[in-house]
């Protein structure tokens, strides 16, 4: 049998380093896991007694609304117009879904039909890439660099020499793996050039909360003219450690989110109802969550970047995410990120994702996940520190 449309994908590296892990620990080995970015801090408290008590009522029980319920919207609009200044109406300019992954996979069906064109990071989060190709469209990388400037330089290059034209540019700041983060400028800048150029800009907004040092990552929409070109994703998964739940949502544009609504009204009939009633109840009530959750994630950052620093490997801490970005210390630069990674499940009983798992250009790097505690993280560096040391003699 052939399944055309999944037989040319890459095996998921992530499994290869998943698989390590697991055996080591079934062998009583104690790794320490920083690969997947599955947050491990519990949901707000709220959420879970919302969850419950929806749950009770067999009124809940039945089909919802695939848009989402309008409290839902509502609260979702009340939160963006708290966090950015930014006025959306609940009613045209709002869908949920079913985790930014699902949202952002169903969207480019709407936007993207084989043979089309579009602009997407390089490395980037495997979604980002694979839901193009899903669509049948054909990717063009735009190569992250260090700075935004020349980022932005990048794309303006890469959009003038795609044919076909592209239809769709894909960012996501700040930036799963390379954490890089981008300024309220840039968002600026890009809805000029799409406005310009009248293309669409889908914004992944997945780590909204996750700014450190003072930094408040922009959302696409706080820039004049954004509702005319964009729309951005922005999930409960990070901001209020709810993965599990499946609760995202799409703004901006309303004729792209009307499009969206419409495919997904075939496709599902949303989340389950008590779901969504706990998301609203946790949005309204739960306000201090995510910078609750950005303080603990900063804490680790500080322990994991000193660690690394302290024992000899030379990492950018990042302003965003909760990832560290690791370039692959020099004496094993030639192993590749794949081998590198692996050896360091075998010998240091550490799990980090392999750079080369996020795009050919996420090689030579490995990117470390704060999903674990300060104490487990610190431990991870002296397991670090023992390895390294021994190999390099
Ligand atoms: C950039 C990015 N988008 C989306 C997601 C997944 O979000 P959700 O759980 O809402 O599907 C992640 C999770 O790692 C991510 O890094």
């Known amino acids: 049998m052939e399944f055309r449309r999944i037989t040319g994908l890459p095996p998921y590296v992530f499994t290869i380093i998943d698989s390590l892990k697991v055996e080591a620990r079934r062998n009583g080995e104690d790794v320490i896991d920083l690969g997947f970015g599955n947050p491990d801090l519990p949901s707000p408290d709220i959420a879970v007694e919302k969850l419950i008590e929806a749950a009770q009522n067999p009124r809940n029980h039945r089909y919802s609304s ?7 919207r509502e609260a979702f609009a009340a939160l963006y117009q708290r966090r950015f200044g930014v006025d959306l109406d609940p009613e045209t300019e709002v869908i949920n879904t079913i985790g930014a992954k699902e949202g952002l996979s ?4 709407v936007l993207l039909q084989a043979g089309d064109s579009v602009l997407v990071p390089a490395p980037s989060y495997p979604i980002h890439l694979f ?5 049948g469209a054909n990717v063009r990388e735009m190569p992250l660099t260090a700075d935004q400037d020349s980022f932005f330089e990048t794309l303006k290059e890469r959009f003038q020499y795609s044919w076909p034209r592209p239809r769709v540019i894909v960012l996501s700041f700040p930036h799963n793996p390379t954490t890089m983060c981008v300024d309220a400028d840039f ?3 890009v809805v000029d050039f799409a406005r310009e150029q009248e293309v669409v800009v889908v914004h992944d907004l997945a780590y909204a909360d996750l700014g450190f040092d003072g930094y408040l990552p922009p959302s696409i929409l706080q820039a004049d003219g954004a509702k005319d070109v964009a729309v951005e994703l922005y999930s409960m998964t990070k901001s209020f450690s709810m ?9 901006g544009n309303p004729a792209i989110v009307g499009a969206l609504a419409k495919l997904k009204s075939y496709l599902d009939y949303g989340t389950f109802q008590p779901v969504q009633i706990a998301a609203t109840v946790t949005m309204n009530e739960a306000q201090d969550y995510p910078a609750e959750a950005c303080a603990v994630y900063e804490t680790r950052r500080n322990a994991l970047c000193d660690g690394l620093e302290r024992i000899g490997w030379s990492v950018q801490p990042p302003k965003g995410t909760m990832f560290t970005w690791a370039p692959i210390p020099e004496p094993y630069a030639d192993m590749g990120s794949v081998e590198f990674a692996s050896m360091l499940v075998r010998e240091a009983n550490v799990a980090v994702s392999p750079g080369v798992g996020f795009g050919p250009g996420g090689e030579g790097h490995v990117r470390f996940a704060l999903i674990e505690n300060e104490q ?3 431990q991870a560096i002296r397991n670090l520190r023992s390895t390294l040391t021994r190999l390099d003699v």
Not at 106 to 109: C, E, F, G, V
């Open 376 to 378: 487990r993280i610190n």
């Open 66 to 72: 695939s848009r989402g319920l309008p409290k839902l």
């Open 131 to 135: 839901a193009p190709l899903f669509a």
């Open 187 to 189: 968002m600026q800048r």
């Open 106 to 109: 169903h969207l480019m069906w």
């Open 243 to 251: 993965a599990g739940w499946r609760v995202a949502f799409m703004a």
